[in-house]
């Protein structure tokens, strides 16, 4: 494939990595169609389809176990002044992010080595300094925590997906507020089909998240899972004792290893404390799978050993209400996401491993750069490699 400068282009899925391709593409000049419906307006009659980015609260930080996932991040998070400038939209929230494990039985200090070889400033805090530092946490004893500062905090993915919308608007793209319902390819071009019509395009990239196999009527080797978070939401008093609170990562067996975000403003007004770390591995092999698990509203079983969780590490926790909230995420098996071409004009961007919103704009623009051409062979491999 070559490259040229307003090359047609047409990117399926609106969502967190699809929307920040098409932004990267407008702005290098191509004729971009970005084609994927807005939020469900009631998860339970809504018969379309459904993605990952239906929240204010989702954790960011430049650590990462991985190295392929610190580079992302990196490069993304350098990005988010730029996205939040070219859109007018505010989406990240520097308030850092701690993370927390007994020093006995967990891998914390991993994080304090992999922080400090990589350049990432990391504070170190254990037992009753944890405490002093983080006085809303219940227990200490025994606790070693690792804070970054800067370059962590949380983003609303709802808000970056509509900055990276309108700047790709504002750099020429056009949207298309409909899901695709078929994509076919021939020598000539790529057809799009949408309700209302067709799009044309030289080269699509699909990036449709949880729904990408499905719409590609092929398995690209990634399991997609449902999701529970639980949400409290907070009343004035306890808004005001946890100001301050960072992200939360807690280090420990799987199913007791929550993530939490601080309390965070949600559009009705009020102000939620969210808790995700679902350790049930839900497959939804299906698109009837995707609907109905988002339409059932998420695992009340999961939210309730959430709140436990939750109580466990926030002192003397007072909330008014609590809500259960469906999601998606999907896993492969090389630990990395699937960016690459799948035929000579059709290319894919799609495996979050729960951890893709923080870098999504990298993500995208890894995406964007395939469907030019440019793909990266350890990430293209899984697609590929397929019959
Ligand atoms: C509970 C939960 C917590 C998470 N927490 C974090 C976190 O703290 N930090 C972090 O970095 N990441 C986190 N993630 C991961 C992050 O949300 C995902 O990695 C990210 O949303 C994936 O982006 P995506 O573009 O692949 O998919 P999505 O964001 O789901 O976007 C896919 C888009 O495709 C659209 N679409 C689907 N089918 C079609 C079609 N046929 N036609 C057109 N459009 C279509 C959908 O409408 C959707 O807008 C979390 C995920 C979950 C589920």
Not at 20 to 45: N, Q, T, W
Not at 48 to 63: K, L
Not at 117 to 125: Q, T
Not at 229 to 234: P, Y
Request: one cysteine or more; proline letters at 5%.
């Amino acid at each position: 494939m070559s490259a040229n400068k307003a090359t047609k282009l047409a990117v399926i899925g609106r969502g967190m990595i699809g929307s920040a391709a098409a932004r990267h593409l407008s702005k290098m000049g191509h004729d971009v169609a970005l084609i994927g419906p807005d939020e469900p307006a009631d998860f339970s009659r809504h018969d379309g389809v459904f993605g990952s980015h239906y929240d204010e609260g989702r954790i960011t930080r430049s650590y990462d176990p991985q190295p392929f996932w610190r580079q992302m991040n990196r490069a993304a998070i350098s990005r988010y002044g730029e996205i939040a400038a070219e859109s007018g939209v505010a989406f990240y929230r520097e308030v850092g992010a701690l993370y927390v494990g007994d020093s006995e039985t967990t891998n914390v200090a991993s994080v304090g080595k992999i922080c400090a070889e990589d350049g990432i400033l990391c504070e170190a805090y254990h037992d009753a300094g944890l405490a002093e530092r983080f006085p809303f946490l219940r227990s200490t004893a025994g606790v070693q925590g690792y804070f970054q500062p800067r370059n962590a905090g949380y983003i609303s993915p709802r808000r970056l997906v509509r900055a990276q919308t309108i700047a790709a608007e504002r750099a020429g793209a056009r949207i298309i507020d409909e899901p695709a319902l078929g994509i076919s390819e021939s020598s000539a071009g790529v057809t799009i089909r949408t309700r209302s019509g067709s799009v044309e395009a030289e080269r699509v990239l699909v990036a449709a998240g949880g729904h990408t196999q499905s719409l590609l009527g092929r398995s690209l080797g990634v399991t997609v899972y449902g999701r529970t978070v639980a949400m409290f939401r907070l009343g004035a008093a306890e808004t005001q004792r946890l100001n301050g609170m960072p992200s939360m990562l807690c280090l420990g067996p799987k199913g007791d290893n929550p993530y939490i975000l601080p309390p965070i403003a949600y559009p009705d007004g009020q102000i939620w404390l969210k808790l995700g770390g679902d350790p049930v591995d839900l497959p939804l092999e299906s698109e009837a799978d995707i609907k109905n698990w988002f339409r059932s509203g998420g695992s009340i079983e999961v939210a309730d050993r959430l709140q436990t969780q939750i109580l466990e590490r926030i002192r003397d926790l007072h909330f008014e209400e609590r809500r259960v909230v469906p999601c998606m995420t999907s896993f492969g098996d090389t630990g990395l996401p699937c960016i690459g071409p799948l035929s000579e004009r059709v290319v894919v961007a799609f495996g979050c491993y729960g951890k893709s919103a923080k870098c999504s704009d990298e993500l995208g623009r890894l995406g964007g750069m395939a469907l030019l051409g440019e793909a990266k062979a350890e990430l293209a491999l899984m697609a590929t490699s397929l019959p």
